[in-house]
């Protein structure tokens, strides 16, 4: 049955980011002009669409903003639908750029950790460890070297009014945090992990079991950051999971060693401690 906005799309099996895109279509409402860039097509809506390319994003979807206002259209929101790849990596300065000058923009990164649309590559979105089609294991080499970009903290940086991550396993505060992010003006960024199934390697039918691990493990804490300092933890569990059941849900992460997991448990363990302090004093600590 055709929803408001949202039409069938072509995705994967199990397919994480066509979930996020649904849920924060849906909640976005059609009073809503998009922009595409390169990534996974897997939702597609049937809002007035603009398509770009990757590094013009941030300038393009800035320039529907302004010709909405010249229009005197405030009822109309500048959305972009991007990939991690367009958010952290190839479309970031643009983005950047329309952070700097506080655009009237919503983005809405579906974060599935890898270039999935063109055969899994890293992006500066995935985590350490993770099997990529351009990170083997091997004598010389453990899957990705380095941690996940910080890339809420950097957009917070540029005292943008909202920055917020969400989980496809937690439709409610995704769906709460689209509307707060509607009812506000200026640049403001959803990200929401969305697994993918093929470049995750798993089987489609867990998407959200292993969305949900991320969140309860504290590798996908959920959180909102206004106007670049006020900070606020979303999801606080009197004890976090182990970061194991996350990471022996997914192939790419199925040669992990014990002290490798190790590693990934005491950066998660610090990290969280770093917010739950943010927390505690309503402030972002970078
Ligand atoms: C400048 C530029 N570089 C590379 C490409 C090729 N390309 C098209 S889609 C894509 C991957 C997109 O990855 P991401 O943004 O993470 O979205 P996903 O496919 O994972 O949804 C790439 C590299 C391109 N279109 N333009």
Same mark, same amino acid.
């Given at each position: 049955m055709m929803e408001m906005g949202i039409t069938p799309g072509s995705a994967c099996q199990g397919c994480g980011a066509a979930l996020a895109s649904r849920l924060a279509f849906k909640a976005l409402? &059609?009073?809503a002009i998009r922009l595409l860039i390169p990534c996974c097509p897997d939702t597609t809506t049937n809002h007035p669409m603009s398509i770009g390319v990757f590094e013009g994003g941030g300038a393009h979807l800035s320039g529907l903003a302004r010709g909405l206002k010249a229009q005197g259209r405030s009822d109309v929101i500048a959305v972009g639908l991007f990939g991690d790849g367009g958010t952290y990596d190839i479309g970031f300065q643009g983005l950047s750029a329309a952070a700097e000058r506080n655009e009237n923009i919503l983005v809405l990164t579906k974060d599935n950790e890898a270039y999935m649309n063109t055969g899994a590559q890293r992006s500066g979105g995935t985590p350490k460890y993770a099997i990529t089609s351009t990170n083997f294991v091997g004598p010389k080499s453990r899957g990705k070297a380095m941690h996940k970009k910080k890339i809420p903290q950097i957009f917070a940086a540029h005292g943008v009014p909202y920055v917020a991550t969400a989980s496809i396993a937690f439709p409610e505060d995704l769906i709460a945090k689209v509307n707060y992010a509607k009812s506000i003006t200026g640049f403001r960024m959803v990200i929401m992990q969305s697994p993918c199934p093929v470049g995750w390697r798993y089987d489609p039918a867990k998407s959200i079991e292993v969305a949900r691990a991320g969140v309860q493990s504290g590798v996908w804490p959920l959180y909102e950051i206004l106007n670049g300092e006020d900070f606020k933890l979303n999801y606080k569990p009197? +004890?976090? %999971? &182990?970061?194991? +059941?996350?990471? %022996?849900?997914?192939?790419r992460f199925r040669?992990?060693?014990e002290e490798e997991i190790g590693d990934i448990q005491s950066y998660t363990t610090s990290r969280w401690r770093q917010l739950e302090k943010a927390d505690e004093l309503k402030k972002l600590i970078m």
């Open positions: 409402g &059609p009073n009197k +004890e976090l %999971k &182990p970061v194991t +059941e996350y990471l %022996k849900s997914q192939g040669h992990m060693t």
